[in-house]
């Protein structure tokens, strides 16, 4: 088992940034890539962003490139999500995910475990 935490959230004006936070635990999460999706009401859950298991590569989805960076504290079991440039249409609840194996697709039906989701808000 993989519990995930995430922390951060809340409400911004748009050009604002923030930083999320994902504390992970459990007896395998070294064999994990972690990551990050996000929902707004009335739509899919969808892929923003992931870091492999070994850290080495990341990747994002086109409507967050330049503006996220994701980035591991593997001393520290966590996963970050910094937030620049924000715009209205980011918000949603995001969601921390890890996937079993090197890499974190951009496939929600493939994440093997899933945060509660913390709320990010942009106003414009």
């Known amino acids: 088992q993989v519990q995930l935490v995430e922390s951060g959230g809340g409400l911004v004006q748009a050009g604002g940034s923030l930083r999320l936070s994902c504390a992970a635990s459990g007896r395998t999460f070294g064999n994990y890539a972690m990551g990050w999706f996000r929902q707004a009401p009335g739509k899919e859950r969808e892929f923003v962003s992931g870091?492999?298991?070994?850290?080495?590569?990341?990747s994002y989805a086109e409507s967050v490139k330049g503006r996220f960076t994701i980035s591991g504290d593997s001393a520290k079991n966590t996963v970050y999500l910094q937030m620049n440039s924000l715009k209205p249409e980011d918000t949603a609840v995001y969601y921390c995910a890890a996937e079993a194996g090197e890499f974190l697709g951009s496939s929600r039906f493939r994440v093997d475990y899933w945060g509660k989701g913390t709320l990010v808000t942009v106003s414009s």
């Open positions: 870091i492999s298991r070994s850290g080495d590569t990341t």
